[in-house]
């Protein structure tokens, strides 16, 4: 599946100029006049970035970053502005926007943000998929084997384990071999490597 680029600009003739040098790259693209039309046509399945035009009726660019947050969609954001307005830029940034560019849009630089915007959007969904594959072999466990692994996460001895859990070291032993066996993992290292992505909390 390639990448596109969701265009939304209330001004048609914006849209077909940043259409055309979108093209000229080798891109999907889709353009959309308002943040509504995109955000009823929005899949985010599709791997791709977002090009808003920051002021727009109905709602500005800031709130469909805003609503895309809440809809749990992490798709990169390059933000158009006509004016040159330093705070909203700063907003926007600290919101998750890729880019923040003025208009008249110059093609290399719109090209370039679109180019980071794919680089960003390939190691997103990379951490995807490792998250839900992650949560899946995290649904294998069974509930003692999951509590052994987060004292396990937290440096804990077999022993110590055992003696906070009221049992005996020999099974700490057999639910922690089971619970390394279905994560088809072999170190502690990687154990907990494995608890940030799953996002395990060792036990205090």
Do not use: W
Request: aromatic letters at 6%; glycine letters at 6%.
């Amino acid at each position: 599946m390639g990448f596109t680029a969701f265009l939304v600009d209330d001004d048609p003739g914006v849209l077909k100029a940043l259409s055309r040098i979108v093209r000229t790259a080798s891109y999907d693209c889709r353009a959309y006049v308002s943040a509504a039309d995109f955000l009823r046509d929005h899949d985010p399945a599709v791997p791709g970035c977002a090009v808003l035009d920051l002021y727009m009726p109905e709602f500005d660019g800031l709130e469909l970053q805003r609503r895309l947050a809440t809809l749990g969609a992490s798709r990169p954001i390059v933000f158009l502005s006509g004016a040159g307005d330093i705070p909203t830029s700063v907003r926007a940034m600290r919101a998750g926007a890729i880019d923040f560019l003025t208009k008249p849009i110059n093609r290399d630089d719109l090209l370039a943000a679109i180019a980071r915007a794919e680089q960003y959007d390939t190691i997103e969904r990379h951490l995807q998929c490792e998250r839900q594959s992650a949560d899946n072999k995290l649904a294998e466990l069974t509930p003692r084997e999951r509590e052994v692994m987060t004292h396990v996460v937290a440096g804990r001895l077999n022993k110590q384990i055992a003696a906070s859990l009221g049992t005996v070291e020999k099974t700490i032993k057999v639910h922690r071999g089971r619970m390394m066996a279905k994560l088809g993992i072999r170190s502690v290292a990687d154990l907990v490597r494995f608890a940030e992505l799953a996002k395990v909390q060792p036990h205090h």
